[in-house]
């Protein structure tokens, strides 16, 4: 299945560079791709679409893949974190929290001397802070459970949604307000090339991780007692497993804003085909969520072009229904029972 995948996901990407508002032809949009790829010589009239093609929508579908198999990976751990089907990687809060510094470059031109990493940078930097505030707070002298995390993690995120929600209606309106609603919701549109290696390295990073702990999460999702059993001292794993997800989540956060239920319906999703042997899930859910998510983005940009919509309403018009359909179907398998 993973094979499959992945030649459905360099088809993805393709079509992805191809489909736009602006219309190119296949054959040409190709040929723009193989004269990047090689330094190849372009035409007197390819300098438009060249431009179009290689510095705007083929790093947006690579940024689109990495970021989908980021949160596709960090559901599995988030999910295994906090041993609860429902969760996805926003349920810490660390998204919220990312949205403060974000909103505090879009809304108020915080850290300008930083010119265009200053969004990321100061993303990433709140959510690493949200990060510790939460881990603080739900920790507790008999370790940190999986309760105290979701619950510690649900209400700081109104506590941070409040904050960028003040930002917001104190700031003039207008273009930089409309900016920030769309980072809120997602948007792709920002993707450079300069952002796709240190998020690409990060999600990798983690994903490795993942991997070569599945039989540790195999044996956390069982139950703490379970765990300790079997050699996996639970705490620390816990512990390991938060940091991991927290960095994973911040960094995608930080380069394409809040994208919502890629995280949470991609496991689900796998593990009917799959199994729930994290290793196998992991193989395949990362793959899914790249596909997913460049085809979310494609729509975003074409269903209203050349208006562009924020892709997490596009993920979130696609997960509602299905979380709803997989409910009716077996919500056991959703909520453990």
């Known amino acids: 299945m993973a094979v499959g995948l992945?030649?459905?996901l360099a088809v993805s990407l393709a079509c992805g560079v191809t489909l736009g508002a602006t219309g190119l032809g296949r054959g040409q949009v190709?040929?723009?791709?193989?004269?990047?790829?090689?330094?190849?010589?372009?035409g007197s009239d390819d300098a438009?679409?060249?431009t179009i093609v290689w510095e705007i929508r083929f790093p947006r579908v690579v940024l689109a893949a990495v970021v989908g198999a980021g949160l596709a990976a960090v559901g599995v751990g988030v999910q295994a974190l906090v041993r609860n089907a429902l969760a996805d990687p926003f349920v810490l809060g660390i998204s919220s929290g990312a949205a403060v510094g974000a909103n505090a470059v879009i809304l108020f031109g915080a850290l300008a001397?930083?010119?265009?990493?200053?969004?990321?940078?100061?993303?990433?930097?709140?959510?690493?802070?949200?990060?510790?505030i939460v881990y603080a707070v739900a920790r507790s002298p008999l370790g940190l459970s999986p309760l105290r995390l979701v619950l510690t993690g649900t209400a700081l995120a109104y506590?941070?949604?409040?904050?960028t929600t003040v930002m917001v209606f104190g700031a003039e309106r207008g273009e930089a307000a409309r900016a920030a609603m769309m980072w809120l919701l997602g948007s792709l549109g920002g993707a450079t090339w300069s952002k796709i290696p240190p998020a690409a390295t990060t999600v990798l990073a983690g994903w490795v991780w993942l991997r070569l702990r599945a039989g540790a999460l195999d044996a956390l999702s069982m139950g703490d007692e379970t765990a300790a059993t079997l050699g996996v001292p639970?705490?620390?794993l816990r512990r390991e497993l938060f940091v991991v997800t927290a960095a994973v989540t911040g960094t995608v956060v930080a380069v394409s804003g809040a994208i919502g239920f890629v995280g949470l319906?991609?496991?689900?999703?796998?593990?009917?085909?799959?199994?729930?042997?994290?290793?196998?899930?992991?193989?395949?859910?990362?793959?899914?969520?790249?596909?997913?998510?460049?085809?979310?983005?494609?729509?975003?940009?074409?269903?209203?072009?050349?208006?562009?919509?924020?892709?997490?309403?596009?993920?979130?018009?696609?997960?509602?229904?299905?979380?709803?359909l997989?409910?009716?179907?077996g919500g056991h398998a959703l909520t453990g029972r």
């Open 6 to 8: 992945t030649l459905v």
């Open 30 to 42: 190709l040929r723009l791709m193989w004269a990047g790829l090689s330094g190849g010589r372009l």
């Open 48 to 50: 438009g679409a060249y």
């Open 113 to 132: 001397g930083l010119g265009v990493w200053a969004l990321s940078f100061s993303a990433f930097v709140s959510a690493l802070a949200a990060t510790v």
């Open 159 to 163: 506590g941070f949604q409040a904050v």
């Open 234 to 236: 639970p705490d620390r």
């Open 265 to 324: 319906m991609v496991p689900h999703l796998v593990r009917m085909l799959v199994g729930a042997s994290h290793k196998r899930v992991l193989a395949v859910a990362p793959l899914a969520g790249a596909v997913l998510l460049v085809w979310a983005d494609v729509l975003s940009r074409v269903l209203l072009a050349p208006t562009e919509l924020p892709v997490g309403v596009v993920t979130a018009a696609l997960g509602v229904p299905a979380f709803l």
């Open 326 to 329: 997989l409910m009716r179907r």
